[in-house]
């Protein structure tokens, strides 16, 4: 009856029912191993007499109810055991196994086992739970299994901690699917697979895949759809599994994938940041079979670090995006058609932080067969930067169409400039070439020199007289002089921006000698040689400026 000592399951088996000579009754109660029945659809956990003795109390203490142990168990305890029971009615797991303390009526504080197992019945949807509990004080304190169980929670707490310093140095989200999903963060999780996706526009977006993944899914799914990982982001709550069964009966329809696949368990966890569900975690496992509440706390942690990373470099992403877009808009969209010769550009926006350059590059046609070719650097890495670029470009382009000299274009140009709000300067390298004749004169306004590639391959730097950058007063210095040179048909005259020579630490010396090794060990077509530059001097990943080029071929 509720409320009194009950024998509990096996009480009143058959001594003999085991093979001969064991006698479970027996084995049980020397041990002082009490046992128990949970009914969760109402509450009702009936102890037998030795489970009421771990939980030092009387019979009449005692009103049969699982809400009656609280007053023995500390509250903390009681929200670990909740989660294990909210697992089980939810049908995520079919067993649980946890030590926990228990409160004696002294004061003192009892160590204790439990664990349990689901038995459901074959007619309809209703369970119970059945399982034993035990004293667990002088096992915990004596034996090695603790210095054990404390080491390896040490160890996942550190190899964790390690995770997490990881993610705080992703920047984009790229960044953080490289950390989780890398060999090493598979090792420090122990998971056998692991799928990353993030919210966006009321769908999950996979963005993140590796291992054995039991349940195979597609790069986007609405998150109405039934999935794990939608649903923990609709509910914010994890959900773990330790059975295949438990799996296939929240979702049925899964159940054909995981024939082949020999995982155990599964947790799915959804990202939080400022509250809200930003993306989900799924971690794969083969042989594990319980989640303790130590893993589902450490997990909690964890996945607190992911939101909190994955939200900075979501933002991050867009801030690129915006800084990307609006660098673009004030790039020409379109290069003028030339007779006698051909044009090829490359930009890559840089790779650090959220920095938007002034670095430009620009071409207008001067006649039938001349054009005039600009590149050039605005002081700074913002929007007023950009905005400013996309004004002398277009500033630049007018005087040039005008028919104004080199030296003169870059006067004007410098005068315009000065005459902006913005107290900046520029770099630049302006020329005029008749693709007809060859004839070409150079102007430099503080930008690195330019290089050119013979039709026989060798590579030539033009050192060419270096007036003050844009935007100085002019009676600093004295003008924009102009070089000529002839530029022979075959010939490949390329103009770039710091970011493609400059590294930091390194002398500029280096960085050029590099370019005009790159540049001459490049293909004959001119898309491909300017890909080969660029690619070849930009492939480091922290790369912190912007680089432009831009190469003219007379032909």
């Known amino acids: 009856m509720p409320g009194h000592p009950d024998p509990g399951p096996g009480a009143g088996a ?21 046992c128990f029945e949970w009914d969760p659809a109402s509450g009702r956990f009936t102890l037998d007499a030795v489970g009421l003795e771990v939980f030092d109390l009387l019979p009449e203490e005692y009103d049969g109810m699982i809400a009656g142990l609280n007053r023995r168990i500390p509250v903390e305890e009681v929200i670990r055991l909740h989660r294990l029971g909210e697992d089980i009615k939810a049908g995520r797991s079919d067993s649980y196994s946890s030590y926990f303390r228990i409160r004696l009526r002294d004061g003192a504080t009892r160590w204790t086992h439990t664990q349990g197992q689901v038995l459901r019945d074959p007619a309809g949807p209703a369970i119970r739970v059945v399982g034993v509990i035990r004293d667990a004080t002088q096992e915990l304190a004596h034996s090695s299994m603790r210095l054990m169980a404390e080491d390896d929670r040490q160890r996942q707490e550190h190899a ?22 890398d060999s090493q963060s598979r090792r420090r999780l122990a998971a056998q697979g692991i799928t990353l ?15 054995r993944l039991p349940v195979k899914v597609g790069h986007r799914s609405r998150l109405t759809e039934s999935w794990p990982l939608n649903d923990v982001v609709r509910s914010g709550e994890p959900a773990f599994f330790t059975s295949r069964e438990s799996f296939v009966r929240r979702y049925p329809g899964l ?3 995981l024939a082949d696949g020999k995982a155990t368990a599964a947790a799915f966890l959804p990202l939080i940041a400022q509250g809200r569900p930003i993306g989900a975690l799924a971690l794969i496992y083969e042989g594990k079979r319980s989640f303790t509440s130590e893993d589902r706390t450490l997990l909690t942690t964890l996945t607190s670090a992911i939101g909190q990373s994955l939200q900075r470099a979501m933002l991050v992403d867009q801030s690129r995006e915006i800084a990307a877009g609006l660098q673009n808009a004030m790039l020409p969209r379109r290069l003028p058609q030339l007779r006698g010769g051909s044009m090829a550009v490359r930009y890559r926006t840089a790779r650090v932080g959220t920095w938007i350059g ?30 400013i670029m996309g004004q002398l470009r277009i500033a630049m382009t007018a005087y040039a169409a005008e028919g104004h000299s080199a030296a003169s274009v870059l006067s004007r140009a410098s005068a315009f400039l000065a005459d902006l709000p913005a107290e900046r300067f520029a770099t630049c390298l302006y020329a005029q070439v008749a693709l007809g004749t060859g004839e070409a004169w150079l102007a430099n306004a503080g930008h690195l020199p330019p290089l050119v590639r013979r039709a026989d391959g060798a590579v030539l730097r033009l ?68 890909d080969h530059v660029r690619d070849t001097l930009t ?17």
Not at 539 to 555: G, M, V
């Open 539 to 555: 492939e480091r990943l922290e790369a912190e400026d912007d680089a432009a080029l831009l190469l003219l071929r007379r032909e």
């Open 197 to 211: 996706g993030v919210v966006d526009q009321g769908r999950l977006r996979l963005v993140g895949a590796v291992g």
């Open 14 to 34: 058959d001594r003999g029912a085991g093979p001969p000579g064991l006698d479970r009754l027996e084995a049980v109660t020397a041990n002082r191993i009490g």
């Open 463 to 530: 050192d060419l007289p270096t007036g003050l950058p844009l935007g100085l007063p002019a009676d600093w210095g004295g003008g924009y002089p102009a070089t000529a040179f002839q530029l022979e048909r075959g010939d490949t005259l390329l103009l770039y921006s710091d970011g493609l020579v400059e590294r930091p630490g390194e002398d500029l010396e280096l960085g050029l000698r590099r370019l005009a090794e790159v540049f001459a060990a490049g293909p004959e077509p001119l898309p491909a040689l300017a």
């Open 358 to 387: 002034g670095d430009w590059y620009d071409a207008v046609a001067l006649a039938e067969d001349a054009v005039g070719v600009a590149i050039g650097d605005v002081q700074g890495h913002d929007t007023e930067a950009a905005a």
């Open 160 to 181: 964790l901690r390690e995770v997490a310093a990881a993610l705080g140095e992703a920047l984009t989200v790229d960044d953080v699917v490289a950390v989780l999903t």
């Open 255 to 257: 159940g054909e994938q």
